[in-house]
């Protein structure tokens, strides 16, 4: 534990305590007197869409007996800022996260408050294996999936203007995506509670088929779109064409190890947080068949690039969806949004963001990957 009279502050779930936890915390209280805020059960539940394996006071007396923490608190606040009032409080020398726990609103937060903010990479404790919360949940062998291009094609009241396809990518679950983030994460809430732990072993078509259909029983109003089944069961990258359909006329999918390494190498994800409630993406929509072909033939170029391993091409054409996508739908990008493209973009050759936008992440094509990133791992196979 660090002893120069400084003051270090994390905060987290910490559910399920690990060795990769315990890695964290330990480089945390390097950099000071180390006090861990600890989401409530109810905060947990309203972020990640299921409680906590342990309860917030186990939690809490876990966390109370590493070595390195002076304190551990539970989080009075609520939201995905629930720790402002401790750490207001405490007054920290140093704010800690990891990639993943690192958002644009820690930041400015911090920047505030006059606190230094920290991003530490995720790496295991020499000689041990990486290990994270996610891993350890057996329910989280179910993948997620990001859209890279195209996206709102798959939904009827667009593509009737111009038909065209949706690329997505599934991905390996190396962490737990925020809820209402634009990672599938409702539509994968429906195959674990179908399937449990993992899907079953079938035709993807089928199996995607069988997912829509129980995302969306009679009767819903806002029908999820099937990017979100095809993206979660087609292992590595899809392309489903649509035609004024809720179903795609056709779907064409790669695995191959060296385009699936590309896609790896190229893309990170920074993270916003999730989407706050009352986002409103359908409201000020200028629907055009312009703007549906304009998105069309930005995915069509999207899936050439990829084909391709052209990376100029592959984030020309992702920065034109997202373009076209914010042309159709305005909403999508909101303020904090374009504060975070910006700030990124001159390192980046494309960029949009995750799923319909207001929070999530922004997925960026890159030839390095950003400082204080997330890496993305693809998803090879169905077992």
Known sequence: MASSGKKSFVSGCFDLLHSGHVEFLQRAAQYGELTVALGSDQTVFSLKGRPPINSEEERRFMLANVACVQ?????RGSGYLDFEPELRE????????????????KRRLCEALGIEYVVLRRDPHPGLATRSTTALRTVQQMPYRIDLAGGWLDQPFVSRLHPGSVITLSLEPTTEFNERSGMATSTRRTAIRLWGNKMPVDRYEKVAWMLFCCDNPPGKTEISGAQDSIGLVFPGLARSEYAGSYWPTQIEHRMDEETLQFVEQHLCLMPLGPREGGYAVLENRALTAAGAAALAEAAAECWAALQRHDLAGFGRAVRSSFEAQIALFPNMQTPAVRQVIDEYSPQALGWKISGAGGGGYIIFVVEEPLPDSMRIVARRQLE
């Open 90 to 105: 405490v007054r920290p020398d140093f704010f800690i996260v990891n990639e993943d726990g690192n958002t644009p609103a």
């Open 71 to 75: 304190r551990a608190v539970i989080s």
